[in-house]
């Protein structure tokens, strides 16, 4: 099977033909085909194919196929990624074909279809001999004029050819015109129509539509018309068939604008010029910031750029989050879902129901499955037992290795699993897939996974530069406000935690006010008394279900003993049912000079879960952090061989091989 199929490296090297399946593979073509259609190889794709080819059902490790495909070519291993994206984009559009190249985790790829040889015509029989006769000698006589022609039928043919000829050449003129097929694969991208009557926000509609046409030529196989003059399709009237044939296109991208007040309305939709109906739509509903509408022209451009990835299968389905699937309307739930997550435009069981919605329609859907996988635990926040917080942890951690195991090559499923690993103490293994993550597209989403994970570990300046870019590149979203925010109260930068909360309730839908997570960050700036009591007037009209656990402490104020007493007393009956009752207690009790008591209240809540980690790196928790009993906790939960691994933190440093300092 080698000497078949060769993996030599040598582009001069012959390479027979084969067969996956129904697939007909020439490799010295750079070809594969189904008898129907035929797709063009890059010759380092092919190159890796021919080399798993040539050990069917063999797992092929990562760095051998990067060693007979690329050698020692810097970015190897990134490409050697894509390579098989583009493969998989190939071979299983054949449904016989559904998981031909399988990712063995750890160890590498398999090729699992059965390669078949190519059987070669049969030769056709030759054909008798000709009787045998006397050869004629040929002889080349020089040009002479029949004498037989008259010099009238002479210039009468000669006329004739010329008309035949010019005939000729002008129907060959017009077949050639007109069998100027249209690409299957094509698009243009028609202005969006500006609906909200101020002329002012016509460089918008057209900023966006060029954003989007942008964008598209990007993709592998699409061909992209030259830009639309604004009045076609508009001020000509022309129906989607007809702008197919003006434009030359398979498909139209249409949309308009409208804006009110403070709000942004945008639809999108892809129409088949063809047969004139809508292939896709979306609309969205957006906060209207002045600074952010190139940043919005993106965000649309991409999800456009993802539905056309699905609908045309012309784009490796990694390169735009969302569009590993063959379903449009599967990708239109996870488009609504993402709405709803990132604007705060519903509530999580509504996010939770769209995203089942989209695994019915395609049970392979790996972006959809690691959303689901992240709101699945989220729940856990909001639990009120450490045993109902891990089941949720437990069932999202299942669904991040499924969406592992169905997209190996989706960053944000391995920053998923490895938060969910890291929860559960598994440090070191989170850190690799985070490591994996990045090989494979360091995204806004993966960064923002990233920065939650940094705070859980120490590392919140390493955090904060993250947070900082996520907020510079994506400044409508609510959640990289809200990290941002934990991050700079964590190092003890107060005024600049506040700012980024008052840009965090303004992004809410409806705008939010001062909620426990505020309540949160400023616990970790230095309170007084009085200051404590304002606040716990103003955490409870925020939340009422806090008032039974908050109470006997602010009543024993300004006491501070007594009140001391009322944290243990509240800590040690588990009063209440609250799902962060311990990570107030805690803060209460370092704000009052108790850091033993602090301590003791996190080790109970870190042997639930580790959710709140973070919170014990912010400088309310300095003299805890000083405590011996904090470096056996860090020990306990298993952080320090991934800091030796990855980096310390910011407020521990190793004293010896196997001990640590933290303040």
């Given amino acids: 099977m080698a000497d078949t199929f060769g993996s030599d490296t040598d582009t001069g090297q012959e390479r027979s033909d084969f067969r996956l399946g129904v697939l007909l593979v020439e490799p010295d073509q750079n070809s594969v085909s189904n008898g129907a259609q035929r797709h063009r190889l890059e010759p380092k794709v092919m190159q890796v194919l021919c080399v798993l080819a040539a050990r069917p059902g063999e797992v092929i490790s990562r760095q051998e196929l990067i060693d007979q495909v690329w ?221 952010s509408l190139f940043d919005l022209q993106k965000d649309i451009a991409t999800d456009v750029a993802g539905a056309l990835s699905v609908s045309l299968n012309v784009q490796e389905p990694n390169r735009i989050l969302g569009s590993d699937t063959h379903s449009l309307e599967a990708y239109n739930y996870y488009l609504s879902a993402r709405e709803t997550d990132v604007f705060g435009m519903g509530d999580r069981s509504e996010m939770i129901a769209l995203l089942h919605k989209a695994l019915e329609l395609d049970p392979d859907y790996g972006a959809a499955r690691v959303m689901l996988a992240m709101n699945t635990g989220a729940q856990a926040w909001n639990a009120s037992t450490p045993a109902e917080a891990e089941a949720f942890l437990a069932r999202g951690r299942d669904m991040a290795e499924e969406a592992v195991r169905l997209n190996p090559d989706l960053a944000q499923a391995y920053t998923a699993l490895a938060n969910f690993e890291g929860l559960a103490g598994d440090w070191l293994e989170a850190g690799r897939n985070n490591r994996m993550a990045l090989e494979r597209s360091p995204n806004l989403r993966v960064l923002h996974d990233q920065t939650i994970f940094l705070m859980r570990t120490g590392r919140v300046e390493e955090a904060l530069s993250i947070a900082q870019r996520g907020q510079s590149a994506d400044p409508l979203n609510p959640d990289r406000a809200a990290t941002l925010a934990m991050a700079y109260a964590l190092l003890g930068r107060h005024e600049a935690a506040e700012a980024s909360l008052e840009h965090y309730w303004t992004l809410q839908l409806p705008p939010g006010e001062w909620d426990t997570y505020a309540w949160t960050i400023e616990m970790q700036a230095p309170q007084t008394v009085e200051s404590l009591m304002a606040l716990y007037q103003r955490l409870v009209r925020s939340d009422p279900s806090l008032r039974p656990l908050l109470a006997p402490v602010i009543d024993a104020l300004p006491d501070t003993e007594a009140a001391l007493g009322a944290v243990e007393a509240q800590f040690e009956g588990g009063a209440g049912a609250h799902p962060n009752r311990f990570e107030i207690l805690a803060a209460l009790a370092a704000q009052l000079g108790d850091p033993d008591l602090a301590l003791r209240i996190w080790r109970h809540e870190l042997d639930g879960t580790r959710l709140r980690l973070m919170r014990v790196w912010g400088p309310v928790y300095a003299d805890m952090r000083r405590l011996p009993g904090f470096a056996d906790l860090m020990t306990r939960i298993g952080l320090p061989p991934y800091w030796r691994e990855f980096g310390w933190p910011d407020r521990c440093r190793p004293a010896g091989e196997s001990d640590f300092d933290c303040f």
């Fill in 71 to 291: 050698g020692v070519e810097h970015g190897a291993d990134e490409s050697l990624t894509r390579a098989v994206s583009l493969l998989r984009s190939v071979l299983n559009t054949d449904k016989d074909l559904h998981s031909v190249i399988e990712t063995i985790p750890k160890r590498g790829y398999r090729l699992a279809a059965e390669v078949g040889e190519v059987q070669a015509p049969l030769a056709d029989p030759e054909p008798p001999a000709p009787a045998e006769e006397e050869a004629v000698p040929f002889v080349r006589e020089p040009w002479r004029r029949d004498t037989d022609i008259s010099p009238i039928r002479y210039v009468s043919a000669l006329v004739v050819l010329a008309i035949i000829m010019l005939w000729t050449g002008v129907m060959i003129g017009r077949s050639s015109s007109s069998a100027v097929a249209v690409p299957e694969k094509s698009i243009a991208v028609l202005p969006f129509e500006n609906l909200s009557g101020n002329s002012e926000q016509d460089y918008f509609s057209r900023g966006l539509s060029e954003e989007i046409r942008t964008l598209l030529t990007q993709l592998d196989e699409l061909k992209v018309a030259g830009r639309a003059p604004p009045s076609v399709g508009t001020a000509e009237g022309m129906d989607a068939q007809a702008l197919g044939k003006k434009l030359r296109v398979s498909h139209v991208l249409t949309g308009s604008i409208r804006s009110d007040q403070d709000r942004i309305k945008v639809s999108a939709e892809l129409i088949d010029t063809e047969s004139g109906y809508q292939v896709w739509s979306h609309g969205y509903d957006r906060l209207l910031s002045a600074q």
